[in-house]
């Protein structure tokens, strides 16, 4: 890595990378200093490339980047990348404010990542995503569906000028007939894996003979994968393998992202090319506590603000840094998206109430769902209703079986990628003299009132003094799949209420 004065500052000792959007997020440099050496990391859009000499810039000098860049707090990867959206940002946005290097000097070349185009997938895509580095990924085991080790990853392969990771090279275990052993190598997209981050496991959706007649080559051969022609054949191998994934661009990120409703509520809607769409002013929830449907207001380049339109989770992506969201379907389409009385969802107390929703997104987008997109059998979680906005669900009571008002609902949690809501979080005032503190709960363990506007639930004072809280001005880092194991393991010993 050189400054902007083609001083060279340290190599480049690893890469982050997005697992659920599969691009390369930063590039990990390493800086000598009189106190050691600092590990600096920095957005690949932000740094020049030159390629024949295999070296990048940055566009400050190293007096500075040693005084103010942000630097990772040693390389416990990948959940010391986890630190929560205020690090990650402060990060990024020390980078990106940045005056770029003007002219680009000779040889080099700006990384520009590739429009990376909405795939419907289990739920909304999060960036930045999930984090983890390429090195903590090398040599990690794959378990097929019987629970069995297929292989490892042996490596990546990677577009360095749109920062896009194409492949995963991997090595699979020779069992019987199998003939991809260590002396072959699979190219496999990302989306056929998961990650589980809370016990670092790494699962393939596919069985041994998939890998067995999947486009292999040998350790020194790899580089045939970056032909349009072998690429095409991995493409269309994996498109019609049997039982694939959908194929979205990355891994499916166990747990998924976890996002507040007050907080994605105003965000602005654009399309892929960035212009205004309108504003994302709600979301809707169903009888099960799934959350299939953003509600927004369209207005800027179309001008019809005066409709709500009930867009799914899964064809968005939103972007945290920005206040962003993305659709990215073209106008054509979008104006034949069927449009609503602001205000309420239609036809509540139909089950069907977005059948005309529904056939939409399937007929005019062409979209291919994964199985399990529509929504399962009531479980009796809305009283009288088969869905109910966030909004409304946060001017609720909550009161005790009994009736009496022992709270209040101060914010929703929802995991987006798993299009559900994942914790009503609760104050209780003086009740039980708990004091100021919030606690985020499970939608299963209450029961949603709507004509009594109010959230029933039956807990007693020993469940609530020892429940996993916080304090109202010290949220937690929701981002931490560590936090969400400790508030789950407590809850998963609480019968459901009903």
């Known amino acids: 890595m050189l400054d902007r004065n083609g001083d060279t500052l340290g190599p480049v000792s690893e890469l982050l990378v997005d697992v659920s959007g599969a691009y390369i997020t930063y590039l990990v440099f390493s800086l000598p200093s009189v106190d050691g050496d600092k590990l600096i990391p920095v957005p690949a859009t932000s740094v020049l490339l030159n390629r024949d000499k295999k070296t990048f810039m940055v566009s ?6 040693l005084r103010d860049a942000p630097t990772l707090r040693g390389m416990e990867l990948p959940r010391t990348v986890l630190q929560g959206r205020k690090e990650e940002e402060r990060r990024y946005l020390f980078w990106y404010n940045l005056t770029p290097v003007r002219p680009v000097p000779q040889g080099y070349t700006t990384i520009l990542p590739e429009t990376r185009p909405i795939v419907y997938r289990l739920g909304a895509r999060i960036v930045p995503g999930t984090r983890a580095t390429l090195s903590a990924l090398r040599n990690m085991s794959a378990l097929g569906p019987d629970g069995q080790v297929l292989g ?3 490596d990546f392969i990677v577009d360095p000028m749109t920062t ?3 492949y995963v090279l991997f090595s699979a275990e020779k069992t019987g007939d199998i003939t991809t052993g260590e002396d072959k190598l699979v190219a496999v997209p990302l989306s056929v894996f998961t990650l589980d981050y809370q016990d670092m496991l790494l699962t393939m959706n596919v069985d041994r003979s ?3 007649y999947a486009p ?3 350790p020194s051969e790899w580089r045939s994968f970056t032909t349009n022609e072998r690429q095409r054949d991995v493409m269309i191998y994996w498109a019609m393998a049997k ?6 661009a990355g891994m499916r990120v166990l747990p998924a992202e976890t996002a507040r409703a007050s907080e ?3 965000f602005e809607v654009s399309n892929v090319a960035g212009e205004s769409l309108g504003e994302l002013v709600d979301f809707v929830v169903d009888e099960n506590g799934a959350a299939p449907y953003a509600v927004i207001e369209f207005g800027g380049t179309l001008g019809i603000g005066d409709e709500w339109f009930f867009v799914p989770l899964q064809a968005l992506t939103v972007n945290t840094y920005r206040n962003r969201v993305i659709l990215g379907i073209d106008q054509n389409t979008l104006e034949r998206m069927p449009g609503f009385q602001k205000g309420s969802i239609p036809e509540n107390g139909d089950p069907g109430w977005d059948a005309e929703i529904r056939e939409y997104w399937h007929t005019w987008t062409q979209a291919s769902f994964p199985n399990g997109w529509f929504r399962d059998a009531p479980a009796g979680n809305i009283i009288g209703a088969t869905a109910i906005l966030t909004s409304e669900i946060m001017d609720y009571d909550v009161r005790n079986p009994e009736r009496k008002n022992i709270g ?6 929802l995991n987006l990628q798993e299009t559900r809501v994942a914790y009503n979080v609760l104050s209780f005032g003086g009740f039980l003299e708990i004091g100021q503190k919030l606690f985020a709960v499970p939608f299963k363990t209450m029961i949603v009132n709507p004509y009594g506007e109010e959230v029933i639930f039956d807990i007693s004072r020993e469940v609530l003094e020892i429940a996993p809280g916080f304090d109202r001005g010290d949220w937690p880092n929701i981002a931490n799949p560590l936090w969400h194991e400790d508030v789950d393991k407590y809850w998963l010993n609480i019968p459901p209420v009903g």
Not at 243 to 248: I, Q, T, V
Not at 408 to 413: A, K, R
Request: glycine share 6%.
């Open 60 to 65: 400050l000098e190293k007096e500075i980047i």
């Open 152 to 154: 490892s990853i042996y």
């Open 164 to 166: 896009r990771i194409q």
């Open 210 to 212: 998939t890998l067995m």
């Open 216 to 218: 292999a080559a040998g």
């Open 243 to 248: 039982n694939p994934r959908p194929l979205n």
């Open 264 to 266: 994605l509520t105003g």
């Open 408 to 413: 209040e609902i101060e914010d929703v949690m």
